[in-house]
């Protein structure tokens, strides 16, 4: 550890309250069960979500851990209906492209099972958009470039905290990645060390939305033990 009065960052004393064993299942059985819920949606309700919502769950997902504590990662959160639009258009346009020669047939027949297109309507019915940025270095004040670490990892975390977050205040969401993505860069004028990683649609589900009928993998084939 650095001498005191050097720059390295203070230490504070961390707590949590002790929990006991027959706490600690309950907890966390309460919690895989919410989140087996969650489920991705491609149709949305137009009814509005508050500013304050949105804010809140983005500053969950900025509280996840991250290379060097570089906080490598933008969120960007639309809701006027014109960028809303224009990201729209762009996506579709890429998808197109995708779903007519792009991507491959083994890639359209893993697809085929979720009746997904090129068409993106949701990017307009969602109350709200939130693309993810990941940011592939930092710019200093006199806009010389700061190394990050782990950024994809650092950004793919967040990603999650805030999908589980998402799902836990009662929306849905869909994690949308129409590739490639720079037309996001440009649409929202991002600066130059940024890269788009996901287009977040976010909302309330509309009244008759379905989904794919899926079975998540069991415990034996995602989980191993070494005791």
Known sequence: MKESGSDAPPFIRYYRPELDDDQLLARSKKFREELSERRSVRHFSPRPVAKEVIEHVILTAASAPSGAHKQPWTFCAISDPL?????????????????????????????????????????????????????????????????????????GIATGILLAAIHQVGLVALTHTPSPMNFLERILNRPSNERAFLLIPVGHPDPEALVPNLNRKKVGEVLHWHI
């Not at 949701?122 to 693309?131: F, K, R």
């Open 83 to 155: 960028i809303k639009s224009e990201i729209r258009q762009a996506a579709e346009l890429e998808e197109k492209q995708n779903y007519g020669g792009r991507m491959s047939a083994a890639w359209l027949d893993d697809l085929e099972p979720f009746a997904t297109n090129w068409q993106k309507p949701m990017l307009e019915t969602a109350p709200w958009l939130i693309v993810v940025f990941r940011q592939m270095y930092t710019l200093s004040d006199h806009e010389e470039k700061v190394k990050n670490y782990y950024v994809s990892e650092s950004v």
